[in-house]
């Protein structure tokens, strides 16, 4: 990924995407004190951009990391990079992170805060699994409290697991795997928040230990608008087999229908190809 042309923007500047580089003592690289964005640009503007710009703000915030850029600046350094790439459709991620400083160790006060904003081209997220349904596995490792760690923070140190979640269900041929909470409530998947659907009404788990994506609130509104009950609640694992639909939500992800949890299958049904349709129209208009 780092052999490409391109360019990124950096601490304020645009460089070349080969000499986009940091030193191997990057805090954020040893001690995980990191945050970051995931946004997609659609025909020239970023779904919810400004709202990823006070996210990241948030979870450095909550990582006890203060960015040196407003919101305001963090928005504007997204459109330079996007401009001078030329790109109207892009995903984007901006990534903050403690550099080298004068210290290495765990304390890390006095180093500085870095930001870099780079994009891609990103296509489905899942591949055909947007129009099939994804297979996903279940994954032994479990969200955890928020007692443990700032759970709503976009904050690459929640990622590990995710990382391994992913991994594990690769290799057992799944696109992802769906994580159940400390407490053994379904959670979401590694990159994506979870809906469920029965009996014409929606269920999804109340976002209390995992973040709280802006595609899941911007979903959770449309299902509003169109009247659908919605239940956010605490779901029991062994509630899967009852459910009928599921789809995913993320903004990489957008609305994937899921086919198969584990043992137990879904139908891509009405209600899933509706919000999914509904929400590729809302992002492009
Ligand atoms: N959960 C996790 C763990 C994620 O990485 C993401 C992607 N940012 C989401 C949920 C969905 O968040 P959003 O809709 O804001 O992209």
Redesign the pocket.
């Given at each position: 990924f780092d052999d490409r042309d391109g360019t990124i923007w950096m601490d304020g500047t645009l460089v070349d995407w080969r000499e986009a580089k940091v030193h191997v003592l990057t805090h954020g690289l040893h001690y995980a004190s990191s945050v970051f964005e995931?946004e997609r640009c659609y025909n020239g503007t970023i779904f919810k951009g400004h709202e990823h710009s006070q996210r990241l703000i948030r979870s450095a915030e909550l990582i006890d990391m203060e960015l040196p850029y407003t919101a305001e600046e963090i928005d504007a350094a997204k459109d330079d990079m996007l401009k001078a790439n030329g790109w109207t459709d892009a995903y984007v991620r901006a990534v903050a992170f403690r550099g080298s400083g004068q210290d290495m160790g765990v304390s890390a006060a006095r180093n500085p805060v870095r930001l870099v904003v780079a994009g891609w081209q990103w296509g489905n997220y899942y591949g055909d699994a947007k129009m099939k349904g994804a297979k996903l596995d279940i994954s032994k490792w479990k969200r955890p409290s928020p007692e443990t760690i700032p759970s709503q923070a976009?904050a690459a140190g929640l990622y590990m697991i995710?990382t391994m979640s992913k991994h594990a269900a690769e290799a057992k041929g799944c696109s992802d795997a769906m994580m159940f909470d400390y407490r053994g409530y379904v959670a979401?998947a590694?990159?994506?928040?979870i809906f469920f659907v029965k009996d014409g009404e929606v269920h999804t788990p109340t976002a209390d230990c995992?973040?709280n994506?802006?595609?899941?609130q911007t979903v959770l509104q449309m299902l509003h608008e169109r009247g659908v009950t919605v239940h956010e609640r605490h779901i029991m694992p062994e509630e899967l087999e009852g459910f009928e639909q599921c789809w995913l939500?993320?903004?990489?992800a957008e609305v994937t229908p899921v086919g198969q949890i584990g043992d137990y299958s879904f139908e891509v049904g009405q209600m899933t190809r509706d919000i999914a349709e509904a929400y590729e129209k809302l992002v492009r208009s």
């Open positions: 995931g976009k995710c979401e590694t990159g994506a928040n995992f973040l994506g802006l595609t899941r939500t993320g903004t990489a």
